[in-house]
């Protein structure tokens, strides 16, 4: 499996590429980056962090790849500096997806029911026509409320699957539990096991997973729990480990729960 990973360099903080890489590795593709912007941190509780937009870059980087006719079963979206870089990424998708392969778009925007830093509504409308370009969207409860409007995650999820075939949000707390939703023939949800407080990066360590999972062969729903586990197990050891969670997960000892998965 050939994957491509569209996302931003955060020089520190474990997120977009430094954690795609090796979770997409591990579920045995060979990955390719086309990076978005370079920061010295991610933009979550850090402060005077560098920000270098790179769409100039992107687009000589695609003109070269045409030159070697690279194509890809697989392209993972998730951070994107500009609304001009996503109206690039539709195009990076018709050029270089295979005719039978999967895009999975992570609408990164927000958290905490928040816009992240330099995004905002319009920003968010954009990324809801990204969207509609998808086989698969990974939304948060924040992002699905910031596309759709709706608080009820049921409800987003039924207005996310008019627009994309199958969407997912990765994370729903309910009065009876804290679920994942998705939608494939109907609106389904899998109960998720909660640990109490927010950890930075644990959406990029389950959209990673998730689409070298998918890309890799694994049904949807097996996709979807191998991910929760690989995500929970990677949590469990954060929450133990790393005093201050703006510096992301520690997934890298529970990436074998991916590495035995495709070995099956
Ligand atoms: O984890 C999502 C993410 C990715 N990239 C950058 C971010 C964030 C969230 O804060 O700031 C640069």
Sequence with gaps: MRALAINDISCVGKCSLTVALPVLSACGATVDILPTALLSTHTGGFTGYTFLPLDDEMKKICDHW??????????????LGSRAQIGFVKEVKKRFLKENGLFVVDPVLGDNFTFYKGFDEAFAKEMLSLCAEADYILPNDTEAYLLTGERDMRKALIALSKVCPHPVITGADEKDGYFLYYYENGEKRLPLKKVEGSFHGAGDVFAASFSGCIGGGFSFERALSLSAEFCYRSILRTEKEVPDKKYGMNYEKELSVLTDAFKE
Excluded: A, N, R, W
């Design 66 to 79: 045409e030159t070697l006719g690279l194509k890809y079963d697989v392209i993972q979206s998730g951070y």
